[in-house]
């Protein structure tokens, strides 16, 4: 059938041979054994509706599908048969799935109407491209949940950028808390275009949900994993606590704090310091300079400005160097 229809260039459909076959011969095949499925009836005229949520009216003819099975010769019933009566018993209401599924809808809103079911809302949402603009798989990169997990990707970061994905609140905002995206996530404003899987935004995005935690779990999700690649041997501490807050603006990934921490003990300050261009910092007021610097750190008026950041941090350095006349 298949290829007498490919030569015709029509669908493939099943043509019904046994659904009008004489009862004789149907009841011969019977007694010799021969396996036999189930199939629905689908009209050979008309066509069928539904209203998609994001792609709007979709409608397919009726003489493309064909009667198609819904218990198998071993008398298993098919996926479509079993999902429309789980659903339909379930009360679901909406539907929402990837357009790969339109085909499946076809037949699932047959039985829907055939067995007299209201039907729930569809919606069936674009596939997520790779760079390329090809069907993302797992040759882009990883393929799990865990598998971000573990390179340093955080839940409430990946939520936020999967909900980009197609998606949008109307304004410029891409920030978004789970609880935002509750309150503002509207199925309307879903894009029915596919939308590209970029891993570098989904980096920098994490790196907003990881410097916006509570400063103490920031601490403890690094400083642990400074502990567990042996950089550090504690994990708690005043030094933990201000490393973090001068590394962060640079660690978009947990791992990344591994290296911003290497580089930052291995200053090679003896050998600097040492060194021709050492020397005139030596000679220039530096125990004067140390001094500043101590009572700065005392009065906390230092830690304040590594709590804001790298940014504050600049900003500080600036204007203490300037209230000492220095560069």
């Not at 491209?129 to 882009?140: E, F, G, I, V």
């Not at 990883?142 to 998606?167: D, H």
């Amino acid at each position: 059938m298949k290829d007498i229809a490919k030569e015709k260039s029509l669908p493939p459909v099943y043509i019904g041979k046994w659904a009008s076959a004489p009862e004789e011969e149907v009841q011969e095949e019977l007694a010799k054994g021969t396996p036999f499925t189930y199939r629905f009836r689908v009209p050979t005229e008309g066509s069928l509706k539904i209203d998609d949520l994001i792609r709007g009216e979709v409608s397919w003819n009726l003489n493309t599908l064909g009667d198609f099975v819904i218990m198998r010769s071993n008398g298993q019933p098919v996926y479509n048969f079993c999902v429309t009566v789980d659903d339909a018993t379930m009360a679901i209401s909406h539907v929402i799935r990837a357009e790969e599924h339109l085909p499946n809808t076809l037949r699932q809103a047959l039985i829907y109407e055939a067995l007299g079911f209201p039907m729930p809302h569809f919606a069936h949402v674009s596939l997520i491209l790779a760079p390329d603009k090809s069907k993302l798989s797992k040759r882009h990169g990883a393929t799990s949940v865990g598998q971000y997990r573990e390179m340093g990707y955080l839940p409430q970061g990946m939520v936020n950028y999967l909900a980009l994905l197609g998606w949008g609140d109307g304004t410029e905002n891409e920030f978004f808390t789970l609880d935002d995206l509750v309150e503002k996530f509207s199925i309307s404003r879903v894009n029915k275009s596919g939308a590209v899987f970029d891993s570098t935004k989904l980096r920098w995005m994490n790196g907003l949900h990881l410097r916006a935690l509570p400063p103490a779990e920031l601490n403890k999700l690094i400083a642990d994993r400074w502990v567990s690649t042996g950089i550090l041997t504690v994990s708690e501490g005043p030094f933990v606590e201000e490393a973090v807050q001068l590394l962060k603006d640079g660690i978009d990934l947990i791992p990344d704090a591994d290296k911003a921490l290497s580089n930052l003990l291995s200053y090679p300050l003896h050998d600097t310091l040492n060194s021709s261009e050492g020397k005139p910092v030596l000679e220039d007021k530096l125990p004067e300079f140390c001094a500043s610097l101590l009572d700065a750190y005392d009065s906390g008026e230092l830690l304040a400005a590594l709590e804001e950041g790298s940014a504050g941090w600049q900003k500080w350095v600036k204007a203490f160097g300037k209230s000492l006349k220095r560069k």
